[in-house]
């Protein structure tokens, strides 16, 4: 079964295989998802950045019909926007938060990430291609 629905992403864009292979390799150059960082955020109670990063991953992988890595990340964003939304507004740190109630969520999108990249590489081979 494929982690990403390549022919709904298509289909956005019309059947243009050119658009979407340039949007994959955009997503595969862009660092995205740098979990280290994301990790340290948590710890430092910075819930506006790791909302933000997750809401960015969140938007590319529906681009491209990573669906699932979508799903992951925006369940991140809402959770944290839903909890703290002083925080969010203010763009304030929490001592509230609690890292290791995320540490499963992130070891997930890692998880789902690392397989989307593998998908989306063997997508971009496939376009690239000559049929």
Known sequence: MSIINSAEALARFD???EIYLELIETFLDASLAD???LRAELAEGNVKQVAFRTH???????TLGGDELARIAGGIEVSL???FPD????GKKTAA???DEYVSNIDELERV???TVLELNRLKES???PR
């Open 15 to 17: 059947g243009d295989e």
């Open 35 to 37: 979990f280290a960082s």
């Open 56 to 62: 960015k991953l969140k938007g590319a992988s529906l």
């Open 81 to 83: 926007r839903g909890r």
């Open 87 to 90: 925080e969010m507004l203010a």
């Open 97 to 99: 938060l609690k890292p």
């Open 113 to 115: 990430y690392n397989e």
């Open 127 to 129: 376009l690239r291609t």
